[in-house]
């Protein structure tokens, strides 16, 4: 049986934490930041944990 292959869009967007969380980044701070607050940039520019509900999936794709 061959290998399994993870998926490499998913390895460029998440990684795993120390205590096994995965973490991710928000959406939304690419381009057109004009019209977002001050108050929202700076929400998203810190890292998030990826929602129980997603976890698996994420997992699967990661080959964990």
Same mark, same amino acid.
């Given at each position: ?7 490499? +869009? ?6 795993? +934490?120390? +205590?096994? %969380?995965?973490?991710?980044? /928000?959406?939304?701070?690419? %381009?057109?930041?004009? =019209?977002?607050?001050? =108050?929202? =940039?700076? /929400?998203?520019? /810190?890292?998030? +944990? ?15």
């Amino acid at each position: 049986m061959p290998k399994m292959k993870s998926n490499s +869009s998913a390895k460029k967007r998440f990684k795993i +934490s120390g +205590s096994g %969380h995965i973490k991710r980044k /928000h959406a939304f701070k690419s %381009h057109i930041l004009t =019209k977002k607050s001050k =108050k929202r =940039k700076r /929400h998203i520019t /810190h890292a998030a +944990s990826v929602h129980p509900t997603n976890m698996k999936r994420v997992r699967a794709m990661l080959c964990i």
